[in-house]
């Protein structure tokens, strides 16, 4: 399943255990929490300021997928996009922290937790993040850890 | 809603099913995750995956889409009994989330969600905390995605 890959993409041995990088910000709008909601969350907190702040999170908030998505996007935009990934096979655990709120400039801390070789597959690796997302004034809103699979260079010099 | 009373442990809900067409995939992941795999036939095909594949986070947005409107359904009917009905609380997150199979263009899949545990919040003695599995199966019965969530439901006795 394995392809030739570009000397310039990342591949397993690029994710050594410790910090990888904080990546951002990317400020969020009104208009994006809404649009996104009105299509995968359709909840009064996240769609009306009104019934928002009668709500436990006191203001409007971005659904949590949001948030999940728009990380996802940062983290394609800023590693992902140039890793010789092959997918994920899921989220270990994830904590949604804080609200997000109109305007939030989202910044990402990410930690390699975990590196290691596949036993069912070895010429990728499993490479476990702990990713941060955080607001503006450095409050944590999510907190995931959360797998990738990843081509090892080995395999990619080898073709 | 339901109140945090009126669920119990073991009761399974079909939630709804929805198609996933190459259009809506290639949307979603030329928002949120343009992945070479989500974006384009021929590179789905050379993937692990076998074929255009949903990105995860648009499954588990979908997932989330249909307990929505499940929930909504539920409120409607309830206040159409002239029934009281509870808010539904935010989520403090989830764990065990599985991207068990890939969502390919032009399946379908069908969520259910089932009470695994609840226990009352020690910080809002108006909510309780039920954690619930998600589960969901394509058309040909198999498992596809599945994740363990967490979410405050409000008591009856909320308005003390």
Known sequence: ?159 | MRFFEDFEIGQRREVGSFTFTAELIKKFAGQFDPQRFHLDEEEGRKSLFGGLAASGWHVASVCMKLLVADGQRQTEAALARGEEVAALGPSPGFRELRWIRPVLAGDTISFASEIVSKRLSEKRPQWGVLEARHTGTNQRGELAFSVLATAFGQRRNAAE
């Not at chain 1, 255990?17 to 709008?29: A, D, E, K, N, Y």
Request: glycine share 8%; charged share 25%.
């Open chain 1, 1 to 159: 399943m394995s392809k030739p890959i570009h000397m310039t993409m990342l591949t397993f041995e690029d994710f050594p255990p410790g910090r990888f990088g904080s990546f951002g910000p990317r400020r969020v709008s009104r208009e994006e929490i809404i649009a996104f909601a009105a299509e995968f969350d359709p909840q009064p907190m996240h769609l009306d300021e009104e019934a928002a702040a009668q709500s436990m999170l006191k203001g409007l908030a971005a659904s949590g997928w949001h948030l999940c998505s728009i990380m996802m996007r940062m983290m394609f935009d800023f590693y992902i996009g140039r890793t010789a990934s092959l997918g994920s096979p899921g989220v270990n655990e994830l904590r949604w922290l804080a609200p997000l709120r109109p305007g939030d400039d989202v910044t990402i801390d990410v930690d390699v937790a975990e590196a290691r070789v596949s036993r069912s597959r070895p010429e990728t690796g499993i490479v476990t993040f702990r990713t941060t997302a955080r607001n503006g004034s450095g409050q944590a809103l999510c907190e995931m850890v959360s797998p990738i699979i990843v081509q090892r260079r080995a395999d990619v010099t080898a073709e």
